[in-house]
């Protein structure tokens, strides 16, 4: 299904896009960007949200590429959790068809509203757990974070096929909390996970779910961008800007869905 877009809707759809695609590849939370513009063209929230991630898998991909260097030597962890996060990706694609929209309606706003909390007390977490691993003495704990991890990934996974706003953020939380490695090489492994939970949603969304066309290609087109510019450019940007505008555009999404 398509709905026609105006020029000016099509434009701010692509810079989302890649808006989306970057800040993905850096932390997570690019839907944040694109799902509240595709709103404002008048999509009704769930086509948005399934559009949305269709056209951001290439994105997701884009990003996973731009981060091979980090990759090397993470192949058997990247199976691991790629496993179980395609299963929760899967699951979450069936509850967001399968719930009523209107429950949809009701959960997104809390969703974002938990997503742009742990946004902002990112840097107070990742402190405090560098300290429990230096009082820990560094390289303790299990090398593929156990089944701690998997389970979180796996719910993480979950809510990521249902909804991928800062599905990232919390990828890059739970491994930094239970895996003993450089954030670089655990956000490269992150940028894949996304990228596979994302693909077996849409997959499964392509089959049976409503979803706007021309919104999936400008997204795509867009976040494609976006992760070649985020693989490059995360390393310099300052993590603060990137939270800030995360947060207001969050915001926005939130006051748009309760206003609705």
């Known amino acids: 299904m398509s709905m026609s877009m105006s ?4 434009l701010a759809v692509f810079a989302a896009g890649i808006g989306a695609g970057t800040i993905n590849t850096i932390v997570g939370s690019g ?4 799902f509240p ?3 404002a063209t008048g999509l009704p929230p769930v086509t948005a949200n399934v559009s949305n991630t269709l056209g951001l898998v290439p994105g997701s991909i884009s990003g996973a590429i731009g981060y091979r260097k980090e990759l090397a030597g993470q192949r058997r962890r990247v199976i691991r959790l790629g496993a179980v996060s395609l299963v929760g990706g899967l699951a979450g694609a069936i509850l967001l068809l399968t719930l009523p929209s209107d429950s949809f309606d009701t959960i997104v ?34 090398p593929d974070g156990g ?41 490269a492994v992150k940028n894949v996970v996304a990228a596979l939970v994302n693909g077996i949603a849409a997959v499964f969304f392509l089959f ?53």
Do not use: C
């Open 37 to 39: 513009v595709l709103l």
């Open 109 to 142: 706003p809390i969703l974002i509203g938990l997503a742009l909390v742990l946004v902002i007390l990112q840097p107070r977490l990742a402190a405090a757990l560098r300290k429990r691993q230096e009082a820990a003495g560094g390289d303790t704990g299990h």
């Open 208 to 260: 049976v779910a409503d979803f706007d066309w021309t919104a999936v290609v400008l997204i795509a087109v867009g976040s494609t961008i976006g992760g070649q510019i985020g693989a490059k450019v995360g390393r310099r940007l300052s993590p603060s800007v990137l939270r800030a505008v995360i947060v207001v555009v969050g915001t926005l999404a939130i006051v748009q869905l309760l206003l609705r």
């Open 147 to 187: 089944p701690a991890l998997l389970t979180g990934m796996l719910l993480s996974s979950a809510y990521g096929g249902y909804f991928g706003a800062a599905q990232g953020v919390l990828y890059l939380g739970l491994m930094g909390l239970l895996l003993r490695d450089d954030l670089q090489r655990i956000n």
């Open 7 to 10: 020029i000016w809707e099509s």
């Open 31 to 34: 839907t944040l960007i694109t």
